[in-house]
């Protein structure tokens, strides 16, 4: 599967035709691979309109919602952010140049998600 075409995709369908328009914040979510946050044998459903499991029953938001959350906190480089249970949105708001930390409750979600957020310079922390 070519994820680059499907991100742009998803970018396009999901994300720019729901008033996304922070051109910032396509270039976050056009250069992290959401397919690195599902569990293994649910990348292929990474960049389509649903909820792909993590681990556990844990599930990535849809990407429109979370361009869409993301959009409306503001994010800015050099802010520092807390992301609870948001391992994508967290590794998008790095990749717009934010310290970020993300926390989980589940140590299986981060044998799927850490090296992803590791790759993002994202700190790590299960409580």
Known sequence: MDFAA?????LDSQVRVND???R?????????Q????????RAFSAYADVEPEIANGRR?????????LLQAAAPR????????????AAAVLARIGLKVTA??????VFEVIGAA???????????
Request: net charge negative.
């Open 103 to 108: 926390q989980e409750s589940d140590a299986a």
């Open 34 to 41: 959401r397919e690195r946050f599902c569990a293994p044998d």
């Open 117 to 127: 957020l590791e790759a993002e310079g994202v700190q790590t922390v299960v409580a």
């Open 6 to 10: 499907a991100r742009k995709v998803m």
């Open 60 to 68: 990535l938001m849809l990407p429109r919602d979370v361009a869409k």
């Open 77 to 88: 480089a050099g802010e520092t952010a807390l992301a609870i249970a948001a391992p994508y």
């Open 20 to 22: 996304v328009t922070d």
């Open 24 to 32: 910032q914040l396509h270039a976050a979510i056009g250069a992290v």
